[in-house]
Nanobody, 117 residues
Framework: QVQLVESGGGLVQPGGSLRLSCAAS????????MGWYRQAPGKQRELVAT???????NYRDSMKGRFTISRDSAKNTIYLQMSSLKPEDTAVYYC???????????WGQGTQVTVSS
């Protein structure tokens, strides 16, 4: 059974920082490109960042320089370090595991991030 369990969301003031974690189980971690997506109320889900097993990263332009994605293969976990947070970063953040070769696309339940004073 595949599980992606996000944690670390919460309420933070503008300009603050937060680190999200996503622990994966039930998959061979190295087979998957891992990623973070987010969905704000009334908007479509959008890419935040992805990271391959080779640590190649890809970011949405508006996140470059503020967000950092990383992965720990020993813990089957990815992280999203977010800094200089803005109210428009408020959204539910979802963890994703994708393998084009295996045609697998898994999602976590999401964790709420609210940026507000």
């Amino acid at each position: 059974q595949v599980q992606l369990v996000e944690s670390g969301g919460g309420l933070v003031q503008p300009g603050g920082s937060l680190r999200l974690s996503c622990a994966a189980s039930g998959i061979i971690f190295s087979d998957y490109t891992m990623g973070w997506y987010r969905q704000a109320p009334g908007k479509q889900r959008e890419l935040v960042a992805t990271i391959t097993d080779s640590r190649i990263t890809n970011y949405r332009d508006s996140m470059k320089g503020r967000f950092t994605i990383s992965r720990d293969s020993a813990k089957n976990t990815i992280y999203l370090q977010m800094s200089s947070l803005k109210p428009e970063d408020t959204a539910v953040y979802y963890c994703n595991a994708f393998s084009g070769g295996l045609r697998h696309d898994y999602w976590g339940q999401g964790t709420q991030v609210t940026v507000s004073s």
